[in-house]
């Protein structure tokens, strides 16, 4: 009897090393590849395989070597890092939130500053982000908490997760020995998604009706609020030079914004915050949502806001010209200008695509 005891005490105890063993050498796998980059940056000559931002991002800014963020939704996503890097002579890397929405882009810029000292901001102002509620969706949107806090009690869920170990490190072992993975390119969905005037009319529904037009001070109340967000990142950081600028949305979305009878609003939140920004001398805005040559051809879309990657290098080269740009002295023309432009996609632009039967309209 003792001695099946004992044998049942060793087999029970070289059960406990091996599972041991084996929960140590699964954390410690995860812990060295560490595919979202939550404790450090490339190692083992891995390159920075960077698709997945909701898990990726927070890490990245926290823990790699960079002087330059390109901040914005996804119509920055298919910005190559390496034309911003040879045009400034910078190191850049994304911080980027699908929604663009201002407390969540703020965020990620304080992250990246608590160990960094950044040069330059580009800024895509997205004009829903001007009238998003001015607080962080992280949490309520599903994004994986464990990796934004700063407690090391739940990194259990990413230590021993099946996903990242069967697919994320092999994922990122393939692309940094097997692929032709290119790291300026991340979290570019391009490669993906084809551009033309059909895809984007077949994406864009149209509103039934067209509504009054609502009244321009309709969100003051949380205007501000993300005024005094961006403002207090600027005034916060006078060594970094901030490129704000509002993209190059087609006339598919004015024509919707026209119609839902949001325009007028849109508008006035631009013009507040751009006068608000340009208070500041480490600040320039740019304005390409009257670019004639792109945002009325619509083969340069997808639906009614995402542009082609070409647009994203135009937009930039422009910037570096110095075209486009708002001052103080300009920026309400330029903006009454944006207004003009909508009206005329509406009473002429917008005709031909109606009279071809070509647009889809929303269901009542």
């Not at 029970?12 to 140590?24: E, G, P």
């Amino acid at each position: 009897m003792k001695k099946e005891n004992m044998t049942s005490k060793n087999f029970i105890k070289r059960l406990l090393i091996t599972v041991l063993a084996l929960v140590v050498f699964v954390g410690g796998v995860v812990f060295v590849f560490d595919p979202f980059y939550h404790y450090h940056g490339p190692c083992l000559g891995l390159k920075a395989i960077l698709n997945d931002k909701e898990y990726q991002c927070i890490g990245t800014l926290r823990h790699f070597d960079y002087d330059t963020l390109l901040v914005g939704s996804s119509v920055m996503e298919n910005n190559d890092n390496a034309w911003y890097d040879e045009a400034y002579g910078v190191k850049s890397i994304k911080a980027i939130r699908s929604y663009g929405a201002t407390a969540d882009l703020c965020y990620l810029m304080d992250e990246a500053y608590k160990n960094h000292d950044i040069k330059y901001v580009f800024y895509n102002i997205d004009p829903s982000a001007l009238n998003a509620d001015a607080v962080t969706t992280y949490e309520s949107t599903g994004c994986p908490m464990y990796l934004y806090d700063h407690n090391p009690l739940n990194d259990v869920q990413y230590l021993f997760n099946k996903d990242v170990l069967l697919e994320k490190i092999p994922y990122q072992i393939a692309n940094s020995y097997l692929g032709d993975y290119n790291e300026g390119l991340s979290y570019n969905w391009a490669k993906w998604k084809s551009f033309s005037s059909e895809m984007a009319l077949g994406l864009y529904y149209r509103p039934i009706d067209v509504v009054d037009m609502m009244d321009e001070h309709v969100y003051d109340d949380v205007l501000a609020d993300n005024i005094a967000l961006l403002t207090k990142e600027v005034e916060a950081h006078p060594e970094t030079q901030f490129m704000f600028f509002y993209p190059a949305y087609s006339m598919l979305w004015w024509d919707g914004v026209y119609r839902t009878g949001q325009r007028d609003a849109y508008i006035y939140c631009e013009k507040e915050m751009t006068k608000a920004l340009l208070q500041y001398d480490n600040v320039r805005i740019f304005c390409f949502q009257n670019e004639p040559d792109v945002t009325t051809n619509l083969e340069n879309y997808m639906d009614a806001i995402h542009f082609s990657p070409e647009i994203n290098r135009l937009m930039l080269d422009q910037m570096i010209a110095g075209e486009y740009e708002m001052t103080l002295d300009n920026y309400e023309e330029i903006l009454d200008g944006v207004k003009e432009f909508s009206d005329s996609v509406v009473n002429e632009l917008i005709i031909p695509y109606e009279e071809q039967d070509k647009l889809t309209y929303e269901i009542r």
